[in-house]
Structures are given as structure tokens and as C-alpha cells.
């Protein structure tokens, strides 16, 4: 069974840095595209980041530049190093994953992801 565990969010200063991490188990990262979500308070659900079996990342355009997504296949972990955060970065993240490949366009669909995390809270002051 397919079991995702997200960890590292908190509370930070505009400016500051947060490293999340989603641990899987019952099955092997490295044949899932695997994919970052949030969803602030009264809105919906958005792509953050998304990363496929082959490394290729995908961004949302409000984070390029101040986020990285990544993944250690060895340790079954996906990763989202965000910097620069801002108050409007405030929301509850949540990992997910997709067994297989997706075409870049589609890697930030809410849809396309079966497999989801129970989510970590990220807050960011101003």
C-alpha cells in the first residue's frame, strides 16, 4: 500500500527558508512522477513543483527560481527546498504521486495524482 509522509514544515520569516520532505513507502519512487501541492486557507488546491522518474521538474510560475524540488531514489524521498518565502506562501503542502510519466503540461494537475499525503503546514510572517 502506497503511503506518503510529508515533514519539515513550520513557521518562518518573510525571507526565510523551509526544506519539506515526503517520505514513501510501500513502493518505489523511482518509477512515480511525484509532485508538491498547497492549498491556502478558503482556496484551492494548486501545483507547487513536479518532478518525473527521469528528473525532469516542473514549477509553478510563483515559485520558479525560489523553490527546487527533488528526489533521493535510494532513500524513497521527495524534497522541496523553498527560499525566499513570502507570506503568500502560506498554506498546507502536500506530496503526491503518479504511477508512471506525465507530459510536463499535466504534471501540476490536481487530477492526475491518486496518491496523496496527509500534508504539513507551512507558515510564513511577514
Known amino acids: 500500500q502506497v503511503q506518503l509522509v510529508e515533514s519539515g514544515g513550520g513557521s518562518v520569516q518573510s525571507g526565510g527558508s523551509l526544506r519539506l520532505s515526503c517520505a514513501a513507502s510501500?513502493?518505489?519512487?523511482?518509477?512515480?512522477?511525484m509532485a508538491w501541492f498547497r492549498q491556502a486557507p478558503g482556496k484551492e488546491r494548486e501545483g507547487v513543483a513536479a518532478?518525473?522518474?527521469?528528473?525532469?521538474?516542473s514549477y509553478a510560475d510563483s515559485v520558479k527560481g525560489r523553490f527546487t524540488i527533488s528526489r533521493d531514489n535510494a532513500k524513497n524521498t521527495l524534497y522541496l527546498q523553498m527560499n525566499s518565502l513570502k507570506p503568500e506562501d502560506t498554506a498546507m503542502y502536500y506530496c503526491?504521486?503518479?504511477?508512471?510519466?506525465?507530459?510536463?503540461?499535466?504534471?501540476?494537475?490536481?487530477?492526475?495524482?491518486?496518491?496523496w499525503g496527509q500534508g504539513t503546514r507551512v507558515t510564513v510572517s511577514s
Open positions: 503526491a504521486a503518479h504511477s508512471g510519466r506525465l507530459s510536463w503540461w499535466s504534471r501540476l494537475v490536481l487530477g492526475n495524482y491518486n496518491y
Open positions: 510501500g513502493y518505489s519512487l523511482s518509477n512515480y512522477c
Open positions: 518532478i518525473d522518474s527521469y528528473g525532469s521538474t
